[in-house]
Nanobody, 123 residues
């Protein structure tokens, strides 16, 4: 099976930036659509961003559009989430996921999931 491992989370002040990474092992993800999701305490898991296999098509949640950028490096089997202008409401555990289906927002279509990395934004 594919194993996804997120890293890059941490604690930052509002307005600062973080870059999350998701490294896959066990199988190449070069043909997969990749997504980022997040879940805050007491809330449902929500869609953040997704990118197709080539990196040529992306989609973002309205709450992060213009601030976050999803990208991928298939040679490194890695997906990234660059997070700029972070806000306290961005605080959550961030998960990466993979699907062989198209560019979609629904968590149910993603087959593989990482264990998450904590992002905390506070002054």
């Amino acid at each position: 099976q594919v194993q996804l491992v997120e890293s890059g989370g941490g604690s930052v002040q509002p307005g600062e930036s973080l870059r999350l990474s998701c490294v896959a092992s066990g199988r190449s993800l070069s043909t997969y659509t990749m997504g980022w999701f997040r879940q805050a305490p007491g809330k449902e898991r929500e869609f953040v961003a997704t990118v197709n296999w080539s990196g040529g098509s992306t989609d973002y949640a309205d709450s992060v559009k213009g601030r976050f950028t999803i990208s991928r490096d298939n040679a490194k089997n890695t997906v990234y989430l660059q997070m700029n202008s972070l806000k306290p409401e961005d605080t959550a555990v961030y998960y990466c996921a993979a699907t062989w289906l198209g560019l979609l927002r629904g968590a149910s279509v993603y087959k593989y999931w990482g264990q998450g990395t904590q992002v905390t934004v506070s002054s």
